[in-house]
């Protein structure tokens, strides 16, 4: 009977380091970091305790400290701010299937299984009291004596990527693919199926039996047969 706590959170951990395998810090760095991304743990359960589970990891806001140092990132996320993926990723809020699919994780034990395995594993309390040594949390905390840093601040209203993007309200190309994107049934998931016309296409009409029909043209007499 002692065994069973203890297989318990064994099997507590197994679940938390599959998730960690799954997506790990570097991977959920970069997609909360990027606007058309951020929202994907909010639409997915299983993703949402992936992303959970490596925020309790402090590498994964190490990564995100050192990303939020250099200029280039924040001019990736504007980039990624003015994509027409932005469009995609908000409008998958209107598929009702999301909606679905949380419903049924709310009424699984596994859900919140896997999302207490992170809070239960000792291993992640042993990376946070080992964190003030870690080397990325030195090199961060000697980065404001690193002249490179200020330079690359300085020198980043210059960057070809930022000028670049003052640009792109200019190009016509920008609002050709956010229209495409709006008008595209495949952007609003289940909800895209009442703006295809091949839905309505597809259906038969009621009214076929109350309209006459035309009727059949007579066919074309045949060529005679060359001699």
């Given at each position: 009977?002692?065994?069973?706590?203890?297989?318990?959170?064994?099997?507590?951990?197994?679940?938390?380091?599959?998730?960690?395998?799954?997506?790990?810090?570097?991977?959920?760095?970069?997609?909360?970091?990027?606007?058309?991304?951020?929202?994907?743990?909010?639409?997915?359960?299983?993703?949402?305790?992936?992303?959970?589970?490596n925020l309790m990891d402090p590498a994964t806001l190490m990564i995100m400290m050192q990303r939020g140092m250099d200029p280039a990132a924040y001019t990736r996320m504007l980039?990624?701010?003015?994509?027409?993926?932005?469009?995609?990723?908000?409008?998958?809020?209107?598929?009702?299937?999301?909606?679905?699919?949380?419903?049924?994780?709310?009424?699984?034990?596994?859900?919140?299984?896997?999302?207490?395995?992170?809070?239960?594993?000792?291993?992640?309390?042993?990376?946070?009291?080992?964190?003030?040594?870690?080397?990325?949390?030195?090199?961060?905390?000697?980065?404001?004596?690193?002249?490179?840093?200020?330079?690359?601040?300085?020198?980043?209203?210059?960057?070809?990527?930022?000028?670049?993007?003052?640009?792109?309200?200019?190009?016509?190309?920008?609002?050709?693919?956010?229209?495409?994107?709006?008008?595209?049934?495949?952007?609003?998931?289940?909800?895209?199926?009442?703006?295809?016309?091949?839905?309505?296409?597809?259906?038969?009409?009621?009214?076929?039996?109350?309209?006459?029909?035309?009727?059949?043209?007579p066919a074309a007499p045949a060529a005679p047969a060359a001699k």
């Open positions: 009977m002692k065994l069973a706590p203890l297989a318990s959170a064994l099997g507590l951990v197994a679940l938390s380091q599959v998730a960690l395998a799954q997506s790990g810090p570097e991977q959920t760095a970069a997609q909360l970091m990027d606007p058309a991304k951020v929202v994907q743990p909010m639409q997915d359960p299983k993703a949402a305790v992936q992303t959970m589970t980039q990624s701010g003015m994509s027409p993926d932005i469009l995609r990723a908000y409008a998958g809020f209107m598929d009702p299937a999301m909606y679905t699919r949380w419903m049924a994780a709310a009424m699984d034990p596994n859900f919140y299984t896997a999302a207490m395995a992170p809070f239960l594993n000792p291993n992640m309390y042993m990376k946070w009291l080992a964190a003030p040594l870690d080397p990325r949390m030195l090199q961060m905390a000697m980065a404001p004596f690193n002249p490179n840093l200020y330079m690359n601040w300085a020198t980043a209203p210059l960057a070809p990527a930022n000028l670049n993007l003052m640009m792109a309200p200019l190009n016509p190309n920008l609002y050709s693919q956010w229209a495409a994107a709006a008008a595209n049934p495949a952007t609003y998931g289940a909800w895209g199926a009442f703006m295809n016309p091949a839905t309505y296409g597809a259906m038969p009409n009621p009214f076929a039996g109350f309209v006459p029909q035309a009727p059949a043209a």
